[in-house]
């Protein structure tokens, strides 16, 4: 069973940037790690979680429309770990971050094999 574990979350002001990762355990080739469909959502208090980004096996990347502009997701298969990028970071960025891996093409939260416990981002105006 593949383990996440997710890291980079701290207190930011508003514009700022944070980058999250994501790593993945036990190793595996990155061929291994190419095949996994990875995603991020993100959960504010009272809220659903909800989808922000993901990186298909088949090489298809999907943005919330939020944080189309703003958000990039990437992965470096020989370290097993996918990353966040976050710019111009906004209060209502504020969540837990979470990711996920999955085999398919679908990129809906129920679809997830594997989910990490959480990084929290918290931005001040």
């Known amino acids: 069973q593949v383990q996440l574990a997710e890291s980079g979350g701290g207190l930011v002001q508003a514009g700022d940037s944070l980058r999250l990762s994501c790593t993945a355990s036990?190793?595996?080739?990155?061929?291994?790690?190419?095949?996994?469909?990875l995603a991020w959502f993100r959960q504010a208090p009272g809220k659903e979680r909800e989808f922000v980004a993901a990186?298909?096996?088949?090489?298809?990347?999907r943005y919330a429309a939020s944080v189309q502009d703003r958000f990039t997701i990437s992965r470096d298969s020989a370290a097993n770990t996918v990353y966040l990028q976050m710019n111009d970071l906004q209060p209502e960025d504020s969540a837990t971050y979470y990711c996920?891996?999955?085999?398919?093409?679908?990129?809906?939260?129920?679809?997830?094999?594997?989910w990490g416990k959480g990084t929290l981002v918290t931005v001040s105006s």
């Open positions: 036990p190793q595996m080739s990155d061929r291994q790690f190419n095949y996994l469909s």
């Open positions: 996920a891996s999955g085999s398919t093409t679908s990129s809906k939260a129920s679809d997830m094999d594997n």
């Open positions: 990186d298909m096996w088949t090489g298809r990347l």
